[in-house]
C-alpha cells in the first residue's frame, strides 16, 4: 500500500524539477568566463573581485533557486551589499551600523513578518498569504484512488 502511494507521488511530479541544475550551471559559467577574462588581461573593478561580491552573489544564486521567496537569500545580499558600499565609496562608512541594521531589520520581521504571513506556503506550495479560504469551499475535490 505505501509503495503504490509512493509511486503515484512521483507520478505527478512537476515539469522543470531539472530547473536548478540550469541556474548552477548558469552561475558557474558566468563566474568562470569573468575569472578567464580577468586571466587574460581585461581589466576590471577590483570591487568585482572582492569578498562584499561573493555574498551578493551567493546571495542572488539562492533567490534564483527559490523563487526570491522571502528567506535567508535576503540576508546575505543584504550583508554583502553592506560592505560593498562600504568599499565603493570613501566618503561612506556603513560598519559602525552594521549590526544595528541587522538588529532593527531581525526585530521588524518577528514582529510583522509572521503575523503578514510572508513565505506560508499551503500543501500544494501556493502561496496562501494573499488567498481567500472561501475559494477553498467552491473547488471540487478530487478523488485520488
Given amino acids: 500500500m505505501n509503495e503504490e502511494k509512493l509511486s503515484r507521488r512521483n507520478s505527478f511530479r512537476r515539469p522543470g524539477d531539472g530547473r536548478g541544475n540550469v541556474w ?22 577590483e570591487w568585482l573581485f572582492s569578498w562584499p561580491m561573493i555574498f551578493i552573489m551567493l546571495g542572488l544564486f539562492i533567490g534564483v533557486r527559490h523563487g526570491f521567496r522571502p528567506g535567508p537569500w535576503l540576508i546575505i545580499l543584504f550583508v554583502g551589499g553592506i560592505f560593498m558600499a562600504d568599499k565603493m565609496s570613501d566618503g561612506i562608512n556603513l560598519r559602525p551600523f552594521f549590526w544595528p541594521i541587522i538588529f532593527i531589520t531581525a526585530g521588524l520581521y518577528i514582529m510583522f513578518g509572521k503575523r503578514a ?20 469551499d467552491v473547488r471540487p475535490q478530487q478523488d485520488y484512488t
Avoid at 24 to 45: D, E
Avoid at 123 to 133: A, I, K
Wanted: aromatic share 16%.
Fill in 24 to 45: 548552477t550551471g548558469l552561475f558557474l559559467l558566468i563566474i568562470g568566463g569573468f575569472l578567464f577574462a580577468r586571466n587574460s588581461g581585461i581589466n576590471f573593478p
Fill in 117 to 136: 504571513g510572508w513565505g506560508k506556503r499551503n500543501h500544494r506550495g501556493v502561496d496562501d498569504s494573499f488567498t481567500s479560504y472561501a475559494d477553498n
